[in-house]
């Protein structure tokens, strides 16, 4: 009995430690700020809504997401934020002071995982009156439909990519928006085959910011813009944007092989701004190749950065070596500085591109023929400018977020 008792002494102190972490893990916590979003509050706003964007990392999906609540917000819905904790979002949302819900989540072998947190969910589904749950990610589907069994409420996922499209994730949802034609095919095949309980499939291209696009204006001129913001001496020689994470599936490293077949093996050089985070183990090999290639003084790698419109409007060209992207909302804002754009054709580029008129496709992961279509467009200036206006034509025509929204409304009401 004294062992016992010595034993549960012992260990006491642990219990008390792991409640407290689990209670830190489950909790969901709110960050407002004074005199922010009042608009909110009013009486007469459409509906409530539930906007989740969980992901640690910031991307395409993520801008998108918050280019999603800032058109809800100015369209007099009431949104409701929920990210991680210690994510990129909540920097961005600390520095624009966008009041939010945020979460413990982690990634556990390749899953995204919530710990015990459906009851805090309902609580918040209760607590703010919740009508409409908007998800971002496939991985927030798990929690938000166990935490919304008991309240019924239209549930709704933005699919932004072609991870996960399976039965068990995409079931009993009430609407699904997939961000290319090709994806709202998968999702409906998937759907008919396993007689799935989805009311509506639709495309809605992603949300995403024109203005600083539409209204730029230059802060100085080229050389001197890349020295003070990026401590870069540009050479006197064409200038080429390849806007994206630096990662695999975006495949910057075939844009570095065409360089070096150009630049040393041709005799025409041009340099290469590359803009957007290191993502997985990928900065080794980059490094290793600029050095094989003897591209120093060529490929720029600035990071991640909000001067993404100047650096695009100092470029010549807008190169995109991507094999797969979903969209693209990178294709977007080159084609609103009226730049040609090169890249393959893959399920975003093609609501875009019409070859050779809004745009030039290479072959995927042939760094020859998209150093052709570099080439091309280096030696025809005044046609490039004309495809540079046709693609800004169609952005205008097509993809301006008050077109996407008005669409979003009607399916929020039709479901």
Known sequence: ??????????????FLILRYKFKQLV???FVNFDNNNK????????????????????????????NLYKELIANNFKVIFLIAKNSISEEKLNKEKIPYYKCYTKKIFG?????????????????????????????????CKAANKKHNIPIFLTQHDYCRIKPYVINNLTGIFAVNEELVDIIKSVKTKNNLKIRSINFLPPFYDPKPFLNFSKTSEKEKFFTNNFNLNLQNIPLISCIGNICKR??????????????????????????????GNIKE??????????????????????????????????????NQEPFGIVYLEAALMKKTIITTENA???????????????????????????????????????????????????FMPDQTISKLKKLYKYN
Not at 1 to 8: A, C, T
Not at 258 to 277: E, V
């Open 1 to 14: 009995m004294l062992l016992i008792s010595m034993f549960l002494v012992s260990i006491f102190p642990v």
């Open 27 to 29: 909790k969901i916590e």
């Open 39 to 66: 608009d909110q509050t009013d009486d007469n706003h459409k509906q409530k809504i539930l906007l989740t964007g969980t992901e640690i990392g910031f991307g395409g999906r993520e801008i998108a997401t918050l």
């Open 285 to 322: 090999e980059i490094i290793q190749l600029i050095t094989d290639l003897k591209l120093k003084n060529f490929a720029h790698f600035v990071g991640f950065t909000d001067k993404i419109a100047e650096i695009v409007f100092h470029s010549d060209i807008s190169v995109f070596p991507f």
């Open 250 to 279: 975006k495949n910057q490293t075939l844009l570095l092989k065409a360089m070096h077949k150009l630049i040393h093996r041709k005799n025409i050089p041009f340099q290469t701004i590359f803009a957007g985070r290191f993502e």
């Open 111 to 143: 899953m995204h995982w919530f710990f015990g947190q459906k009851k805090q969910l309902q609580k918040i589904l209760l607590k703010e009156k919740i009508e409409i749950i908007h998800m971002n990610s496939w991985k927030e589907t798990f929690i």
């Open 348 to 398: 975003g580029s093609k609501n875009i591109i019409i070859p050779n008129e809004t745009g030039l496709f290479f072959e995927a992961n042939n760094s020859d023929d998209l150093a052709d279509k570099i080439e091309f467009c280096l030696n025809n200036k005044n046609l490039c400018h004309d495809i540079g206006k046709n693609a800004f034509n169609i952005i205008q025509e097509k």
